[in-house]
């Protein structure tokens, strides 16, 4: 089973970067799209940017200007460029990969807190 691990999170304070990563452990074939989550304290998990294999690419409007998706496909590894951080963006990040168009990979997160 493949499986995905996410890293590049920590401690950092407002207006800082950070660059998540989200690494498979093997290639993965016909995927449909990647996407990254957050999830903050107490609250539930909601997509901050996604893109799909038509270059369809989204972002969520509270990370649109600060946050860029991007992939090294070759590494089969995908990225989380996050910069302009604010206190509301802490919580733990996970990355998915839905490929065949049914099947869903998850990562087990990464914690980001940014401190004021």
């Known amino acids: 089973q493949v499986q995905l691990v996410e890293s590049g999170g920590g401690l950092v304070q407002s207006g800082g970067s950070l660059r998540l990563s989200c690494a498979a452990s093997?290639?993965?074939?016909?995927?449909?799209?990647v996407g990254w989550y957050h999830q903050a304290p107490g609250k539930q998990r909601e997509r901050v940017a996604s893109?799909?294999?038509?270059?369809?690419?989204y972002y969520a409007d509270s990370v649109k200007g600060r946050f860029t998706i991007s992939s090294d496909e070759a590494k089969s590894t995908w990225y989380l460029q996050m910069s302009g951080l604010k206190p509301g963006d802490t919580g733990v990040y996970s990355c998915?990969?839905?490929?065949?168009?049914?099947?869903?990979?998850w990562g087990q997160g990464t914690g980001v807190t940014v401190s004021s």
């Open positions: 998915n990969v839905r490929y065949g168009f049914r099947y869903d990979l």
């Open positions: 893109s799909d294999m038509s270059g369809t690419i």
């Open positions: 093997a290639r993965i074939y016909n995927i449909n799209a």
